[in-house]
């Protein structure tokens, strides 16, 4: 599995746009990438997965350049509400892909 | 249509006790993976069942831990004897079938405390 690295923490005002990057230098071809949001006390939820390029949908935007080394989450005007951590996850579709690999994700914090 | 269910929230319970954990998916979802997130930690993932059969355990302790998932009836994560180690948040995760490109819904977790 591809191993991933992000901030560990970031700050940001309400309001603001907010982007977390991810790196996954040994990203496979078959490898999609996936965004997972964890409030206090609550499971993981899915936000968005990509596999190349930008994929948009409610509630956010991820961005994948051409090489996929990278890829950032993208949280347009953050509220309160969206204090969390965001999990950055690589794996293919084959057998073992449901071993979602957890990092120690990016801790966000949105300042009123 | 209810989410992944998971009880008791909080567990408490001495070393050398047993603590069940239950897990019951989304309607529809046959799939059940259970993870172990330890205090500032991502999840790790313990153990993929299927109804009646354990696809994926190599996450799993090797000794006093067991899970399962019955034809009728939720998943059960049972540890036996736990230890001080074992308090984490036990979370459950389904899907109505497996591969990477499909989501997991988690549930709320379950907290367990170790006296």
């Known amino acids: 599995l591809a191993k991933t690295t992000q901030p560990i923490s970031m700050d940001s005002y309400e309001g603001q746009e907010v982007n977390i990057t991810c790196s996954h230098n040994?990203?496979?071809?078959?490898?999609?990438i996936t965004w997972y949001q964890q409030f206090p006390s609550q499971g993981p939820r899915f936000i968005i997965q990509?596999?190349?390029t930008k994929v948009t949908n409610e509630v956010a935007s991820l961005f994948i350049p051409a090489d996929r080394k990278s890829s950032t989450l993208s949280l347009p005007r953050v509220s309160l509400s969206d204090t969390a951590v965001y999990y950055c996850?690589?794996?293919?579709?084959?057998?073992?892909?449901?071993?979602?690999?957890f990092g120690k994700g990016t801790k966000l914090s949105v300042i009123p | 249509n209810a989410g992944v269910m998971q009880n008791p929230r909080h567990l408490v319970r001495r070393r050398g006790q047993e603590a069940r954990l239950r897990c019951s998916p989304m309607?529809?979802?046959?799939?059940v993976y259970w993870y172990r997130q330890l205090p500032e930690e991502g999840l790790k993932f313990m153990v993929y069942?299927?109804?009646?059969?354990?696809?994926?355990e190599s996450g799993m302790p090797k000794e006093r831990f067991s899970a399962e998932f019955p034809k009728e009836g939720p998943s059960i994560l049972r540890i036996q004897q736990v230890v001080r180690g074992d308090s984490a948040a036990y979370f459950c995760?389904?899907?109505?079938?497996?591969?990477?490109?499909?989501?997991?819904?988690f549930g709320p977790g379950t907290r367990l405390t170790v006296l």
């Open positions: 040994n990203i496979a071809t078959n490898d999609y």
């Open positions: 990509g596999y190349k």
């Open positions: 996850l690589v794996g293919d579709g084959g057998a073992g892909s449901y071993q979602l690999t």
């Open positions: 995760a389904s899907s109505p079938r497996t591969g990477g490109d499909n989501e997991q819904f």
């Open positions: 309607k529809g979802h046959s799939h």
């Open positions: 069942l299927q109804k009646e059969n354990i696809i994926d």
